[in-house]
C-alpha cells in the first residue's frame, strides 16, 4: 500500500517536526490544552463533587450529568462555541484562533467523568465507615478528610484519568473547526488528500493517546492502595509524592 | 434606457427581499429559525435518516461481534484479559484519528464510519456483557443445572435474561455516545447531521448548525427513551425496580 509508505516518509521525516505547523509543535499545543482543560475542570469539578458526595445530596444531578454529557456531541458543541461572538479578541493566547472555544468546551466535557466519578467514590464509602468515624468522635470535616477522602481516592483518580484521555481525544476533534492542535495534520491530510500526511497525524494522536492512558493508569496505580496484603495507610502515604 | 432599467427591477427586487425569510439571509443570522427549518426540511430529514443509518448498523454490529466474544472471554479467564486490554486500547483511539486509520482499507464510505463506531461500541458491550454474565447469581445457575438445563438452554433461559439489566445499561451507553460520535463521520463526509454542524460552521450558518446539533441531541435522547422501555418489556420482573 502506497499510503503506508507516504505515512511512513512522512513520520521519518525531520522537517515535518519541527517548524511552527511541525507535529512537535502542535502536539505540545495539543498537550498544553489538554493540561489546561483537565487543571480548570478538575478545579471546577472536583470540589463540588466532593462536597456533595459528602453530604449526600444532588446524587442524581451528579450521575445524569454525565448522560448528558455522552449526548450532546463533542463536534456540535465545538461547532457551537467557535461561532458564538466573543467579547474581546479572537486570538487566545498561546492557544491560536479557536483556542478559546476548544478550551471551553475540552473542560466542558471534562467535568461529567469527574463530577459523576468523585460523587460516587466520597458516596459509597460504606456507612459503617462512616459511623465509627463519628463513634470516635470526628467532627463532620475529619470524616470528610481522614476517613472518606482517602477512600475515595482510587475511584477519583481514575475518573481524572478517564476526564484526561477524553480531554486529549476531544482537542483533536477541534481541528474540524479550525481549532488548535494535532488534529489539523489529520484534517489538513484529508482535505488535500495527502492521505499519508492524514494517517501520520492519526498515528501520532492515538500513540500519545496510548501513552497518556498508560500513564494515568501508573498514576492511578500509585493513589490505590494494596487491597490484598500490605495495610492500606502505608501505601496512601507511600504514593503521596506522586499525587502532589 | 438605464432609468427604465432601474425601474423596472425596483419592485423584483423588492418582492426578492420580502420572500427572504427574515431569520436568515445575507445581513440576518439568527440561531433560531423556523423558516429555515421548514425551507430546509428535506435536507433535515435526509441528514437525520443518514445519522439513524449509521449509527443503528453500527450498534448492530458491535453488538453481533460482542457476543461472542463476550462468551469468549468468560470461557477463557486468559483471552479476557487480552480482549479487555485491546479494547481499552481502541477506546483511547480519537475518532478523529480512527477514521483516518481505516480510509485506505475502506475509502470514503459509510462503511469506515461504520466499522469504527462498531469498534467503539464493541468496547463498551463486551464489558457490559461480561458484567451482566458475571452478575447471575449462582444459585439461578445450580438450579438450572439441576432441572437439566443444558449449556445452550442455560445461556438463552436463564444467564442472558437475569443479565439483561447490566447489558442494557451498557447498550444505552454505547447507542448515546455513538448518536455523537457519528457527527465526526462528517470527516469522510457520512457525518448525518455532522454534515450539516460542519456545513454550517465553514458558512458560518447558526439556523443550520444549532437545528442540527438540537436533532442529534434529540435523536440521541429519543434512542435512549426507546431502549429504556424496551427493557421494561423484556425484563418484567424488575418493574418498580430502578436502575
Given amino acids: 500500500m502506497t499510503v503506508f509508505a507516504d505515512t511512513w516518509a512522512y513520520l521519518t521525516d525531520g522537517a515535518n517536526w519541527s517548524g511552527d505547523a511541525g507535529l512537535l509543535a ?10 489546561t482543560a483537565l487543571a480548570l475542570a478538575v478545579t471546577i469539578g472536583l470540589p463540588i463533587a466532593l462536597w456533595l458526595g459528602h453530604l449526600g445530596r444532588g446524587g442524581f444531578l451528579a450521575i445524569n450529568i454525565s448522560n448528558i454529557g455522552r449526548a450532546v456531541p463533542t463536534f456540535a458543541l465545538l461547532a457551537l462555541l467557535v461561532t458564538l461572538d466573543y467579547p474581546g479578541t479572537e486570538t487566545f493566547g498561546p492557544y491560536g484562533r479557536a483556542g478559546l472555544a476548544t478550551l471551553i468546551a475540552l473542560t466542558l466535557f471534562a467535568l461529567p467523568p469527574i463530577i459523576t466519578n468523585s460523587y460516587v467514590a466520597v458516596h459509597e464509602v460504606p456507612a459503617e465507615v462512616k459511623e465509627s468515624a463519628r463513634g470516635m468522635g470526628m467532627t463532620g470535616r ?13 475511584l477519583v483518580a481514575s475518573g481524572v484519568r478517564l476526564a484526561l484521555v477524553q480531554i486529549w481525544a476531544t482537542a483533536t476533534i477541534a481541528a474540524l473547526v479550525a481549532g488548535p492542535g494535532l488534529g489539523r495534520i489529520i484534517t489538513d491530510g484529508f482535505f488535500r488528500t495527502n492521505y499519508g500526511k492524514g494517517i501520520a497525524g492519526a498515528i501520532v494522536v492515538a500513540v500519545v493517546a496510548l501513552v497518556l492512558e498508560l500513564l494515568a493508569a501508573g498514576a492511578q496505580r500509585a493513589v490505590t492502595p494494596d487491597t490484598g496484603s500490605g495495610s492500606p495507610r502505608k501505601a496512601t502515604t507511600k504514593s503521596q509524592p506522586a499525587t502532589g | 434606457m438605464s432609468v427604465t432599467l432601474l425601474v423596472e427591477a425596483a419592485p423584483q427586487l423588492q418582492s426578492a427581499a420580502a420572500a427572504e425569510p427574515s431569520c436568515y439571509s445575507r445581513l440576518v443570522n439568527d440561531w433560531v429559525c423556523w423558516q429555515y427549518v421548514a425551507d430546509r426540511r428535506e435536507e433535515l430529514v435526509d441528514a437525520t435518516i443518514q445519522h439513524l443509518a449509521i449509527t443503528l448498523a453500527a450498534v448492530v454490529a458491535g453488538l453481533v461481534i ?24 481502541v477506546y483511547t483511539i480519537p475518532s478523529l484519528a480512527l477514521f483516518p486509520l481505516l480510509v485506505p482499507f475502506t475509502g470514503l464510505t459509510p462503511t469506515t464510519v461504520i466499522i469504527g463506531l462498531a469498534l467503539y461500541a464493541l468496547t463498551v458491550l463486551v464489558r457490559s456483557m461480561l458484567e451482566g454474565l458475571r452478575s447471575v447469581p449462582d444459585e439461578a445457575r445450580e438450579s438450572a443445572t439441576g432441572l437439566g438445563y443444558g449449556q445452550t438452554r ?28 457519528t457527527t465526526v463521520g462528517s470527516l469522510v463526509a457520512y457525518g448525518g447531521l455532522g454534515n450539516l454542524i460542519k456545513d454550517g460552521v465553514s458558512t458560518n450558518f447558526r439556523a443550520e448548525l444549532l437545528s442540527a446539533a438540537v436533532l442529534c441531541v434529540a435523536l440521541a435522547i429519543l434512542l435512549d427513551v426507546l431502549l429504556v422501555v424496551t427493557q421494561r418489556l423484556l425484563t418484567p420482573w424488575t418493574r418498580g425496580v430502578t436502575t
Avoid at chain 2, 66 to 89: K, N, Q
Avoid at chain 2, 156 to 179: D, F, H, N, Q
Fill in chain 1, 26 to 35: 502542535l502536539l505540545l499545543q495539543q498537550l498544553l490544552l489538554t493540561v
Fill in chain 1, 142 to 154: 475529619q470524616q470528610f478528610v481522614r476517613v472518606e477522602l482517602p477512600l475515595a481516592l482510587p
Fill in chain 2, 66 to 89: 460482542a457476543f461472542p466474544l463476550a462468551l469468549l472471554a468468560r470461557r477463557y479467564p486468559r483471552l479476557e484479559a487480552t480482549i479487555l486490554g485491546v479494547s481499552t486500547g
Fill in chain 2, 154 to 181: 442455560l445461556l438463552y433461559r436463564i444467564e442472558l435474561p437475569l443479565a439483561l439489566p447490566v447489558i442494557m445499561a451498557g447498550l444505552r451507553v454505547a447507542t448515546v455516545s455513538t448518536v455523537a460520535l
